[in-house]
């Protein structure tokens, strides 16, 4: 049974830095692309970062670009999101996901879900 366990969210303020983490279990995590998502409140969930198998290929979307860090440690079943000079926007909900395939940037290409981790960013 695939889980993923997403931790590290919390409230920060304007400018802090955080990094979130995601564990997952009963997958060869090796072998999946994973992500990150977050969804805010009234909103729809939207990509914010996906990682290829080794970790060398990475993708942002445009509004954390220069801000956040995508990473994964296979060794450890571990991906992490650095997430630098953090905005109120950033506020939501992220997920980490595990990919069907390749990388994507719709949800829906995406099958295996953790429960989420709040992140909330003061002004």
């Known amino acids: 049974q695939v889980q993923l366990v997403e931790s590290g969210g919390r409230l920060v303020q304007a400018g802090d830095s955080l990094r979130l983490s995601c564990v997952a279990s009963?997958?060869?995590?090796?072998?999946?692309?994973m992500a990150w998502f977050r969804q805010a409140p009234g909103k729809e969930r939207e990509f914010v970062a996906a990682?290829?198998?080794?970790?060398?290929?990475?993708y942002y979307t445009d509004s954390v670009k220069g801000r956040f860090t995508i990473s994964r440690d296979n060794a450890k079943n571990t991906m992490y999101l650095q997430m630098n000079q953090m905005k109120p926007g950033d506020t939501a909900v992220y997920y980490c996901?595990?990919?069907?395939?390749?990388?994507?940037?719709?949800?829906?290409?995406?099958?295996?879900w953790g429960q989420g981790t709040q992140v909330t960013v003061s002004s």
């Open positions: 009963g997958t060869i995590f090796s072998n999946y692309v």
């Open positions: 996901a595990r990919s069907k395939g390749g990388i994507y940037y719709r949800w829906d290409e995406y099958d295996y």
């Open positions: 990682i290829g198998y080794s970790g060398v290929r990475t």
